[in-house]
């Protein structure tokens, strides 16, 4: 059983799902991307005898419902009520569920519940209804318009897909399809019954909506984050919520599924009775996981009817083990000499403000806008001048250390927040009281608060910041905290041993759809906190032979390219598409950045200097000696690799493996991690393994590992979800090398262990002397070796072959 705790009956409202029966138990997860004509309901057919060998127990489908035609992730969902045909349809999934139900597997689903697509009107039927219809539309109360007179469009719903004020003129009528339809560029608009005519512009001006310029920042319709092309659903409404839901109601009806994950839940009027929703309809038995990017701090909310999150949390806790705090001194300098500062708490609480304050003040505008709207009317304070308004509104955003106030665990905190702003700015006294007026009366404005609230934070901090900070990039990834230069091994257990005993069904992850960077790129790039004056040094000097555009940008840069330069002795330049990779994650990392250059106006004189400076690196002697570098540092890369794969494979929680990475993978940000995984090599390298492997360019054993811990998870599922987590600790020179702990069944003594190398650099010459370690009794054999010990082992024996240990009592 995964959540247990029923309190509320079920709506009659409601879908009702049948009765869950008993399955395999999900002892770990397999993350596909399906796409259209690269990976569809039949593909993951002919791969479940695949990843039922590498020991998955579920695959984790991203999402299934249709989506927008050419959608390379599926998230811009337009028809909420059917399965997408370009997948294979209701018949492909239904195939797809049989299929692993036969090899004792099952299948999670990914669940967009906060937005649908609308980037491309008529592809999206109700979002095409609304703009024909009006307010008149059945759908209209589906989305969240704002049709007031004073919505800056006159009353109508204002479309941004304007490029200047002279795009007007490029509307035309098509009336080549069974309906006319107003045409600007590749986009179709519907003409409402009874205003066509032959002049395009007067068309135009009898319409439910009207077309704005995107720089505009006029907007009616809610947004998710700051994206145009996705409208925001209420989801508050229980009409919504049964019609969206109908396709999962039938998936658990029928025994399709096993569990749900959701997508952006905080973007949500009601996230909390969302869920409790969510969770009667899909019954007490099924994996419910939210994905939700806690702030440093921000604990889950143990009230909410959910097994865990999709894994930031887990994800910064063992990344920031393998990190070596002595590196910080000297990276902390680096970043200051190169960047102006230190990317330290002080810059980042500074920038952080500046950042959201500018966020809120232009991208999110109409968000804003509407914000403020909202808080006049539920303070009654229609009068209130509206500029003093939003800039007391706009300052308490840009200091919420959170995204939304109104989880239980975060009673006091928007109190907290309005009081520091109000001791900082007595001139905002007065309008911080309309806003406490107005939240407190617990309507639209305080819904609409943390809803903005979410955004800000959103755009400001996991995109514009983890692009601006160059200390060490591998820390500043979603969920993580780029101001803490790693994290301790006390404090790693007491998290594991909080997640073993509150959360043990929570999803954990190294690499998703959404990371920055994979995680073997990460793991590479924290081996430079341990040679962090060798680095300073090297940077310096290829500063100096070829200069980049920006210094900043230099020092970020590099570090990507050193997460995924080859390193098997290839030259960058001979890795095919390596180069054209670089290229585009260094427009998008600047345009991020938005100093040197942004999306809203690229600077195209900065990115013809910054691509010819990404050439000179690839092409001349900065490349020769990043090939050097990378060879050097690779063999601890790899052990870091393992050593993180291993500790959440075996800590506590449902680990989730994102398509192919059980090999070594260089994936940096979207859609660079999206692309097709080769499984047809995987599986021949599962089926040649034949004794433990070589660490080495391969990739195998990571495979190795991978499977192993999987078939351990399977064979002793409830050792791992729900089981007891107790650390170990080593004694000698070498004691804080290593992190160990010991899993098993509730009252019972230890059945498994997991031991990893921490740091290797530093045993590179010196090796682990003394260093021994006390086992639980019993005798122990490595599953990765066949090695077996008891009692106080010497580290230097366990890690004789592989620098991982999973030992089986």
Known sequence: MIYTEMTEAHPTSEPRPGPTPAHTPISSTYRLQLRPGLLTFDDARSIAEYLQQLGVSHLYLSPILT????????????????????????????????????????????????????????????????????RQSPFAAFFDIDWSPSNGAGGRLALPVLQSENDPANLTVDRTGPEPMLALHDLRFPIAPGTDGENPLRIHDKQHYRLVNWRAGVGTYRRFLAVNGLAAVRQEEPAVFELTHRELAAWCEHDLIDGVRVDHPDGLADPAGYLARLRRLIGPDRLLVVERMLAPEEPLDATLPVDGTTGYDTLADIGG???????????????????????????????????????????????VRRLVAAIKRDARAADFDTMALTNATVEVLSYLPVGRTDYRPLAGVLGRVVTEVATRNTELTIPLSVLTTAVAANGEAATRLNQVGVAVAAKAVE????????????????????????????????????????????MTTLSTHDTKRGEDVRARISVLSQLAGTWAATVTAWHDITPPPDPATGLFLLQNMLGVWPADGRPAAGVPGLRERLHAFAEKAVREAGIESSWEEP?????????????????????????????????????????????????PGIPDIYQGTELWEDSLVDPDNRRPVDFGHRLAVLQSLTGTPDVDATGVAKMWVVAYALWLRRERPDVFVGGTYTPLFAGGDHARRVVAFARGRRGETPQVVAAVTRHSVGLADTGWGDTTMHLPPGIWTDRLTGHTFQGRIRLEKLFARLPVALLVR
């Not at 010819?612 to 090939?627: I, M, Q, T």
Request: include cysteine; glycine fraction near 10%; charge should be negative.
């Open 321 to 367: 083990v393998l990190v070596d705090p002595a590196g910080a001194a000297s990276l902390t300098e680096l970043s200051r000499h190169l960047v102006g500062h230190g990317s330290d708490q002080a810059w980042f609480d500074d920038t952080e403000h500046r950042i959201k304050r500018a966020v809120a003040e232009t991208l999110l505008v109409p968000e």
């Open 67 to 134: 989506a927008m035609p050419g959608s390379t992730h599926g998230y811009d969902v337009t028809d909420p009520t059917t399965v997408s045909a370009a997948l294979g349809g209701p018949a492909g999934l239904k195939a797809l569920a049989d299929e692993v139900r036969s090899r004792g597997m099952g299948l999670i689903v990914d669940l967009v519940p906060n937005h649908l697509g609308v980037g491309e009107p008529r592809h999206s039927p109700w979002w095409w209804d609304v703009l024909r219809n009006g």
């Open 603 to 651: 600077d195209a004189e900065f990115e013809v200097a910054l691509h010819r400076w990404v050439d000179a690196v690839v092409d001349g002697p900065v490349g020769a000696e990043l090939s050097e570098l990378v060879g050097q540092i690779a063999p601890h890369a790899w052990s870091d690799a393992l050593a993180q794969k291993l500790l959440q494979l075996c800590g």
């Open 463 to 506: 995109d514009t910041m983890s692009y601006r900070a160059a200390r060490l990039v591998s820390l500043q990834e979603l969920g993580g905290d780029p101001t803490r230069f790693g994290r301790s091994v006390l404090e790693f257990h007491l998290a594991n041993a909080e997640r073993a005993h509150h959360w043990p069904a929570t």
